[in-house]
């Protein structure tokens, strides 16, 4: 089924650990994102991709990483976690940036830092 | 700065009508969308406007007047499975969305 996958779903990480976030897509989709969503706050772009090879910083970039090196897999890297890491993080991906195009989302991953 | 605002929350019954606001304020304008969101699943597509006036797909539809900064999203005929939240989100001139942060709809037999 064509969509797009996160891993892990949920995680309990401990504060200073490195942890990194998988996202994959089969859609062969160009542009691809990481936002995270926290309660009464709109999703938050992290990093973007609008192609592989290329990534850019979005509105939260501090304390995390990514790389593009094919279509497919963008993940998403926290070098070291802090509590306010806590959050949802939704991968997406749309066919292209530009005019009408829509994102598509993966599940998400639930991720609390203690 | 960039700014979407959206009521936080609305409550309506089963089989009614409900309309939905969203203002912005952004640099730069290159189409809204609204998403639905169930709750603990990821956002999925519902609309997307562009140019101002009414679109219309089913039970939804979505208005837009970019004049005013302001579009709306109207569920006819409400079912239980609409209770969810809607986001709206407008692609600015970089074509990065911005998002706000969502409007719960509770739904009432």
């Known amino acids: 089924i064509a969509g797009i996958t996160q891993a892990p779903t949920s995680q309990i990480l401990a504060a200073g650990r490195r942890m990194t976030l998988r996202c994959t897509q089969d859609?062969?989709?160009?542009?691809m994102y990481w936002y995270r969503q926290d309660l009464g706050l709109g999703l938050r772009l992290i990093h973007y991709?609008?192609?592989?090879?290329?990534?850019g910083k979005g509105e939260v970039p501090d304390g995390y990483s990514v790389s593009r090196a094919n279509t497919d897999d963008f993940p998403l890297t926290l070098a070291s976690a802090v509590p306010s890491q806590t959050s949802v993080y939704f991968c997406?991906?749309?066919?292209?940036?530009?005019?009408?195009?829509?994102?598509?989302f993966g599940q998400g991953t639930r991720l609390t830092v203690v | 700065g960039q700014n979407i605002d959206q009521p936080t929350e609305m409550t309506a019954t089963e089989g009614a009508i409900v309309q939905i606001n969203c203002t912005y304020q952004?640099?730069?304008?290159?189409?809204l969308f609204w998403y639905q969101q169930h709750a603990g699943e990821a956002p999925t597509f519902l609309s997307y406007?562009?140019l101002d006036g009414l679109e219309e797909k089913g039970r939804f539809s979505s208005f837009l007047s970019r004049s005013k900064g302001y579009s709306y999203l109207l569920l006819k005929e409400l079912q239980m499975k609409d209770s969810a939240s809607y986001l709206c989100?407008?692609?600015?001139?970089?074509?990065?969305?911005?998002w706000g942060a969502g409007t719960k709809l509770i739904i009432k037999p």
């Open positions: 952004t640099s730069g304008f290159n189409g």
């Open positions: 991709s609008n192609t592989a090879g290329t990534t």
């Open positions: 406007n562009v």
């Open positions: 989100a407008v692609k600015d001139s970089n074509y990065q969305l911005i």
């Open positions: 997406a991906s749309s066919d292209g940036s530009e005019g009408n195009t829509e994102a598509f």
């Open positions: 859609m062969r989709h160009n542009a």
